[in-house]
């Protein structure tokens, strides 16, 4: 089994700067630890949420140090971009990286996308659109002419080529709607679920099951898990990290999305989502989020405790869901650095060697 880690790249309490030195200091150490990828975010715009407007960029830079470690892009917001242009940005970071890049896409933030002028309610024609000419492009030699709704290729031929063949995999996200997960599955793509933002179990076991419901026959699946974790020798430290980790993400998505519909003139954002605004207003402070892990586990998807702890609980969410890979978020919210750093550790050291043999 592949593990990975993931951040979500938000910064309170921290300046750009610092986030940065931070994100590819991990970056640089997951790769001596011998994770087999590092995963951030795609985001436009001043947030709290994310200052990641170019992980593609962001990961060349880190290339140049971590040599061996592989690359996913959690997620690309496939409606804003041009496909051919995003075609040629992927394929250059894939050779610039030795072909290390792994293509996470999917519509993106409803505030993002109005934020450069493009109609949310447009988003799911936009995003597969976009991956059909995404795939069009990495497989064909030469286009004389393509023509969609939203985007228009002309006498195109791709340059440079990615180094992987035909393209670095891609993963399409599903983190509360079947909609993604069904076409995941149905063009044959491998599936991001973002259990660490505090989603139900059971909603992340029902899109994954959707998602393989809706292969092809004989087609493979590929489901990238992503759950949130805090190891430390000591139970009641790792619990103490990770409820402060986990609550102010969870605090840094609520207050921002409550203040996006004044914001960007927009009422679709995670605030009016049912599912994910009920997540992170239980999960917004460390006592709310330690109390709820302790009565809804394992519903919810946050795995704190010892070396041993975390092996039970990493294996109960594999043994129901049989995914193919790992993504597991440390490093969140105000958490700091040294400590995320510990926790790796001791992770890759203790729990990942076990893990990887799980399935």
Request: aromatic residues 8%.
């Amino acid at each position: 089994m592949k593990i990975g880690l993931f951040t979500e790249f938000s910064y309170p309490e921290k300046s750009e700067q610092q986030t940065y030195a931070e994100v590819l200091e991990q970056i640089t150490i997951a790769d001596e630890l011998e994770f087999d990828f590092f995963s951030t975010t795609e985001s436009y715009g001043k947030d709290l949420f994310s200052c990641s407007p170019f992980p593609l960029g962001l990961y060349v830079a880190a290339a140049q140090h971590a040599r061996k470690i592989r690359f996913l892009t959690g997620i690309i917001s496939a409606p804003i971009h041009h496909p051919a242009v995003l075609a040629s940005e992927i394929a250059a970071a894939d050779l610039l990286t030795g072909g290390r890049i792994m293509v996470g896409i999917g519509r993106g933030h409803p505030w993002v996308l109005n934020r450069v002028g493009v109609n949310p309610g447009e988003s799911t024609a936009r995003f597969e659109e976009s991956i059909h000419m995404l795939v069009e492009i990495f497989k064909s030699a030469y286009i004389e002419n393509l023509d969609g709704r939203f985007w228009q290729i002309k006498d195109f031929k791709l340059s440079p080529p990615p180094v992987q063949e035909p393209h670095p995999p891609i993963y399409t996200a599903a983190a509360t709607t079947p909609d993604s997960a069904i076409f995941a599955g149905r063009i044959g793509h491998g599936l991001v679920q973002p259990g660490y933002l505090g989603i139900p179990f059971e909603l992340v076991r029902g899109l994954t099951e959707t998602y393989r419901q809706n292969l092809m026959p004989g087609k493979p699946g590929d489901v990238i898990l992503g759950i949130h974790l805090y190891v430390a020798r000591d139970r009641e430290e790792a619990i103490e990290n990770g409820a402060l980790a986990l609550s102010s993400q969870a605090d840094v998505f609520l207050r921002s999305s409550q203040s996006r519909p004044n914001l960007s003139g927009v009422k679709e954002a995670y605030a009016t989502k049912s599912a994910s605004r009920m997540a992170f207003e239980k999960l917004s402070t460390p006592e709310k989020a330690r109390r709820a892990v302790a009565d809804e586990s394992p519903n919810i998807m946050a795995v704190w405790g010892t070396p041993e702890d975390c092996i039970e609980k990493i294996r109960l969410y594999v043994d129901s869901l049989h995914p193919e890979q790992l993504m597991i978020n440390i490093a969140s919210g105000t958490l700091a650095q040294d400590k995320a750093l510990k926790s790796m550790q001791l992770f890759a050291e203790e729990v990942m060697p076990l893990i990887r043999g799980s399935r």
